[in-house]
C-alpha cells in the first residue's frame, strides 16, 4: 500500500481518539489506574464500519439525483433530459448509473482515498460493470438476501482487501424503465420494477 494510503487508512481507524483527562488528578481524586484506563486510545472503526459509511453517502447522493433531478425532469417533460449519450447530444445529462461511474472513477484515480468502488451486476448493459471473482459471489448472496450485505476479505494481486457488496436497489423509475427497454438488454434479463436488486455496490478497502 502507498504510503499517504496507509496514513489515510490510519487516521480514518484511529478517528476520535482524542480522550479527556478531566477527572484523572485534582478535585477528581481519579486513582492512576483510572487515568491509564482513560488515556488509551480507542480501537477505531472497523473496515465494515468504514465501508457501511461511504457507501450511506453514496447511496444517499445517487437517490437524491436518480429521484429528484432526472425523474422530475422526465414527469416535467422539461427540455433537458437524461440520455446515456449525453456527451454527444445538447441539452441532455447523465444517467443515474452514469453519474456514479464518473464518481467512483474520480475515487478510483485518487490515490489518497484509501478505497474504491464500482457499480456491478449480473445483468450488466455495460460490459464494464460486469461482475468478477468474489463480485460474483456477492451478487448471488444479495439477490438472494436483498435486505443483508456482503462482506469478504480477498486477495487480488498478491494484496489484501476486504471487500463489501450491497444490493443496488431499483429506487426511480428512471433506473428501472431504462433498463427495461435499453437496446443492449438480452433477453434472459429480468423485468425490474420498484425495489428489484438490479446489482450491487462493490466496495473495496485495502488491508496491508
Not at 433537458?80 to 449519450?85: A, G, I, N
Not at 478505497?115 to 451478487?139: C, D, H, M, R
Not at 439477490?143 to 486477495?155: G, I, L, Q, R, V
Given at each position: 500500500?502507498?504510503?499517504?494510503?496507509?496514513?489515510?487508512?490510519?487516521a480514518v481507524?484511529?478517528?476520535?481518539?482524542?480522550?479527556?483527562?478531566?477527572?484523572?488528578?485534582?478535585?477528581?481524586?481519579?486513582?492512576?489506574?483510572?487515568?491509564?484506563?482513560?488515556?488509551?486510545?480507542?480501537?477505531?472503526?472497523?473496515?465494515?464500519?468504514?465501508?457501511?459509511?461511504?457507501?450511506?453517502?453514496?447511496?444517499?447522493?445517487?437517490?437524491?439525483?436518480?429521484?429528484?433531478?432526472?425523474?422530475?425532469?422526465?414527469?416535467?417533460?422539461?427540455?433537458?433530459?437524461?440520455?446515456?449519450?449525453?456527451?454527444?447530444?445538447?441539452?441532455?445529462?447523465?444517467?443515474?448509473?452514469?453519474?456514479?461511474?464518473?464518481?467512483?472513477?474520480?475515487?478510483?484515480?485518487?490515490?489518497?482515498?484509501?478505497?474504491?468502488?464500482?457499480?456491478?451486476?449480473?445483468?450488466?448493459?455495460?460490459?464494464?460493470?460486469?461482475?468478477?471473482?468474489v463480485?460474483?459471489?456477492?451478487?448471488?448472496?444479495?439477490?438472494?438476501?436483498?435486505?443483508?450485505?456482503?462482506?469478504?476479505?480477498?486477495?487480488?494481486?498478491?494484496?489484501?482487501y476486504?471487500?463489501?457488496?450491497?444490493?443496488?436497489?431499483?429506487?426511480?423509475?428512471?433506473?428501472?424503465?431504462?433498463?427495461?427497454?435499453?437496446?443492449?438488454?438480452?433477453?434472459?434479463?429480468?423485468?425490474?420494477?420498484?425495489?428489484?436488486?438490479?446489482?450491487?455496490?462493490?466496495?473495496?478497502?485495502?488491508?496491508?
Amino acid at each position: 500500500m502507498k504510503p499517504h494510503t496507509r496514513t489515510f487508512l490510519s487516521a480514518v481507524l484511529l478517528s476520535g481518539s482524542a480522550v479527556m483527562l478531566a477527572g484523572a488528578t485534582g478535585c477528581g481524586g481519579g486513582s492512576s489506574s483510572d487515568a491509564v484506563a482513560q488515556t488509551t486510545p480507542p480501537t477505531g472503526i472497523t473496515p465494515q464500519k468504514f465501508a457501511d459509511a461511504v457507501h450511506a453517502v453514496m447511496m444517499a447522493d445517487r437517490t437524491v439525483y436518480a429521484k429528484q433531478v432526472v425523474t422530475r425532469l422526465k414527469k416535467q417533460e422539461a427540455p433537458v433530459k437524461p440520455s446515456e449519450y449525453w456527451q454527444d447530444e445538447e441539452h441532455t445529462i447523465p444517467l443515474p448509473a452514469q453519474m456514479f461511474r464518473m464518481g467512483a472513477e474520480l475515487v478510483n484515480d485518487n490515490p489518497e482515498a484509501g478505497f474504491t468502488y464500482a457499480l456491478k451486476s449480473k445483468w450488466p448493459l455495460n460490459p464494464q460493470n460486469k461482475a468478477e471473482g468474489v463480485e460474483i459471489e456477492g451478487l448471488e448472496y444479495i439477490a438472494e438476501h436483498p435486505d443483508e450485505n456482503f462482506y469478504k476479505t480477498e486477495e487480488i494481486a498478491g494484496a489484501n482487501y476486504f471487500t463489501a457488496v450491497y444490493a443496488d436497489k431499483a429506487v426511480a423509475e428512471a433506473c428501472w424503465s431504462c433498463h427495461n427497454g435499453h437496446a443492449n438488454r438480452e433477453v434472459s434479463y429480468p423485468e425490474f420494477k420498484a425495489g428489484d436488486v438490479m446489482g450491487g455496490v462493490v466496495v473495496r478497502i485495502p488491508l496491508d
